[in-house]
């Protein structure tokens, strides 16, 4: 349930185009422009219109610059609700590209920003687990991230009692994106001894620790990362992905690989026919590449059946 946190009272046009605007929600009207000049209080009228109509929202921006200033301001409104903020996590993109009077292929290069890829990671979690949710984002959110029945489904569910062993977890942590490392960071686990010790893929102050005795949980509990000191003893916990792109255990992948494989096949028959042998050879050189990581994984979702190269998109 969204609660509303501020002083301040509507004032000057905004009761009116509050009571307009959530009168036509309620009616089922899908398309309402809220106008309004710089410095109008129009993000504290819609905070007023969130509260109202208690429904999940989300708030598309143009840029990065403002979707993070309407975002701080939708987490002073709603400090005891889920506020998220979803954007591009490149910091700088340059596609690939071909020049076809040279025959000159140049490769995409990108450089990711860690902290935003953890605030989209950490979004995509709330979506599926919370009700009342506000996500601020840019044009981004409307590419595809994952199918949201897979995500519950690979979500690993433990509780104290529960008959399990070590080996199991880890096996589970790594199939979900989880890293094994010497030190404790986001996305990663250790094992010692009868322990296990993880952080969430977004978190950065806490991690959780799972003992197992004798082939059962004996206790769960959430860490302070600096000071070791428990916050929070659980009796179940629910561990989501560590990583965007997951996938259900099984033949999914194998699945997945056959039919990216098979429409590989037609398009270098495509490409041979029309005697354009460079493109089958880079084509297959790419797919294949493609094809030998995600083997090395042990999930992917979200992944478009038809390779991006036929289709001219690297995304």
Request: glycine share 4%.
């Amino acid at each position: 349930m969204f609660r509303l946190v501020t002083d301040f009272l509507p004032c000057g046009d905004q009761p009116n185009a509050i009571e307009k605007i959530v009168k036509s929600i309620r009616e089922g009207r899908k398309e309402q422009v809220l106008l309004g000049a710089t410095g109008t209080g129009k993000t504290f009228t819609m905070a007023n219109i969130i509260q109202q109509t208690q429904k999940p929202t989300l708030v598309l921006v143009h840029n990065k610059t403002l979707a993070m200033q309407i975002y701080q301001e939708m987490q002073s409104f709603f400090p005891h609700n889920k506020v998220e903020y979803y954007v591009s996590y490149f910091d700088y993109y340059q596609p690939e590209a071909y020049k076809p009077a040279s025959d000159m292929y140049i490769g995409k290069k990108v450089q990711r920003n860690n902290n935003i890829a953890k605030m989209r990671l950490k979004t995509l979690n709330s979506l599926i687990t919370e009700k009342s949710v506000i996500v601020v984002a840019s044009v981004a959110a409307i590419y595809g991230c994952f199918n949201p029945t897979s995500y519950r489904k690979v979500v690993f569910h433990l509780k104290k009692d529960q008959k399990t062993k070590i080996e199991k977890i880890r096996k589970k942590l790594t199939h979900l994106g989880y890293k094994e490392e010497k030190k404790l960071n986001s996305g990663c686990f250790q094992i010692k001894e009868d322990s296990i010790f993880f952080m969430l893929g977004w978190e950065e102050n806490y991690y959780f620790q799972i003992t197992i005795d004798d082939e059962r949980i004996k206790q769960i509990k959430r860490v302070n990362k600096f000071t070791s000191e428990k916050a929070k003893e659980l009796i179940k916990i629910s561990i989501p992905p560590g990583q965007d792109y997951v996938g259900e255990e099984g033949k999914e992948l194998e699945k997945i690989l056959a039919k990216i494989n098979k429409e590989l096949e037609e398009q270098k028959e495509y490409f041979y026919k029309e005697r354009s042998f460079f493109k089958t050879e880079r084509l297959e050189k790419r797919i294949q590449e493609d094809l030998l990581t995600c083997e090395k994984w042990d999930f992917v979702l979200g992944l478009k059946i038809t390779p991006h190269v036929i289709q001219g998109r690297d995304d």
